[in-house]
């Protein structure tokens, strides 16, 4: 296992991808000229993803349409205009949800979402970085080895 940083023990890259604001334009070029292995997910056409060992490296990759990635921070699907709009999004698989929630608070950082059970199933705290990035401390039953 590796070390714990701070309270926070990160076991690996859950997903990554970027947050599009003209989807259709970014599918062209991450679907047909990159040829990514991007599929819609089963209840929404707009949200492409792989599944899980398609494409070596990452876990999930996903393209989030900013209006989604709103929806699941805000309740609504506009991005706040006081806050950077993201252009990519990551989530770090960690070991414990609780402890890393708690430490990203007392060091300060602004919450987007705290330790919030989403209707598939993750458990995810999400936060902006310094650089904008949308960035998720997640428990992802489906990705961890039983």
Same mark, same amino acid.
């Given at each position: 296992? *590796?070390?714990?940083?701070?309270?926070? #023990?990160?076991?690996?890259?859950?997903?990554?991808?970027?947050?599009?604001?003209?989807?259709?334009?970014?599918?062209?070029?991450?679907?047909?000229?990159? #040829? %990514?292995?991007?599929?819609?997910?089963?209840?929404?056409?707009?949200? /492409?993803? *792989?599944?899980?060992?398609?494409?070596?490296?990452?876990?999930?990759?996903?393209?989030?349409? /900013?209006?989604?990635?709103?929806?699941?921070?805000?309740?609504?699907?506009?991005?706040?205009?006081?806050?950077?709009?993201?252009?990519?999004?990551?989530?770090?698989?960690?070991?414990?949800? #609780?402890?890393?929630?708690?430490?990203?608070?007392?060091?300060?950082?602004?919450?987007?979402?705290?330790?919030?059970?989403?209707?598939?199933?993750?458990?995810?705290?999400?936060?902006?970085?310094?650089?904008?990035?949308?960035?998720?401390? *997640?428990? *992802?039953?489906? %990705?961890?080895?039983?």
């Amino acid at each position: 296992m *590796t070390p714990a940083i701070s309270g926070i #023990n990160i076991l690996f890259a859950a997903g990554f991808g970027p947050i599009t604001r003209n989807n259709p334009q970014s599918q062209l070029f991450y679907k047909d000229a990159l #040829n %990514l292995p991007l599929k819609p997910m089963e209840d929404n056409s707009n949200y /492409l993803s *792989t599944s899980e060992g398609e494409l070596k490296g990452v876990k999930h990759f996903a393209l989030w349409p /900013l209006e989604q990635a709103a929806m699941s921070c805000f309740g609504n699907d506009v991005w706040p205009n006081d806050l950077p709009i993201p252009q990519y999004w990551v989530e770090f698989e960690v070991e414990d949800i #609780n402890t890393a929630t708690q430490t990203l608070k007392q060091k300060g950082y602004q919450l987007l979402v705290d330790n919030r059970i989403e209707p598939w199933g993750q458990t995810v705290t999400r936060l902006l970085s310094p650089e904008g990035a949308l960035v998720g401390l *997640t428990i *992802t039953p489906w %990705l961890r080895d039983n």
